[in-house]
């Protein structure tokens, strides 16, 4: 699938709110996906609102387009996934503010209006991502003070802008994070 493609039909889901599955094969093994809603896309990144296996809403993410190999916009129970939503009253939503001008202004937004952020760099490991708060911002690179597992603040890490790869925000586990660390 060219990239034209790929921008056409994500536009087209975000324009009818219709829930998708992007691949991203370059990084993930047996072709695993994100399913979600675009609530926001333009041509270097896709922000869905993710359907997580619960069927329920369970955060946002953000994806470069250039890692999207496939969007499909049916799927085998794509119907019964929209319907359950729709008994649940699950509606996407775009979350407030998060500008997806270039990788820096996206961390930069979703840093100010949410506690926690997941950092992922799969092209250098894929098997490690990276939870926290923007601690700093330079032209290239930003520092993030990293959370651990038991929601304490771990020290900082720095990262440069071009070697991120997806950003998750708001999903159940980080919130749950900043609950417990007493960050809102």
Request: hydrophobic fraction near 40%; include cysteine.
């Amino acid at each position: 699938m060219s990239r034209e493609e790929i921008l056409k039909k994500v536009l087209t889901a975000k324009r009818y709110r219709k829930m998708v599955l992007c691949y991203r094969k370059c990084f993930e093994e047996n072709d695993c996906y994100d399913r979600g809603y675009v609530v926001d896309a333009n041509s270097r990144y896709v922000l869905l609102h993710i359907v997580d296996d619960r069927i329920e809403l369970d955060g946002y993410v953000v994806l470069r387009t250039e890692d999207i190999t496939e969007v499909l916009c049916q799927f085998d129970n794509y119907r019964f996934i929209e319907k359950a939503l729709a008994i649940r009253r699950m509606e996407p939503a775009r979350p407030t503010l998060v500008d997806l001008t270039s990788m820096k202004a996206a961390l930069r937004s979703i840093d100010e209006h949410f506690p926690l952020l997941v950092v992922h760099r799969e092209e250098i490991n894929g098997d490690e991502c990276w939870i926290g708060s923007l601690d700093s911002v330079s032209d290239k690179t930003f520092t993030l003070r990293a959370m651990d597992p038991d929601a304490k603040w771990s020290g900082s890490k720095r990262f440069r802008f071009n070697e991120v790869t997806r950003i998750e925000f708001d999903g159940g586990y980080e919130t749950a994070l900043a609950q417990v660390a007493g960050i809102h």
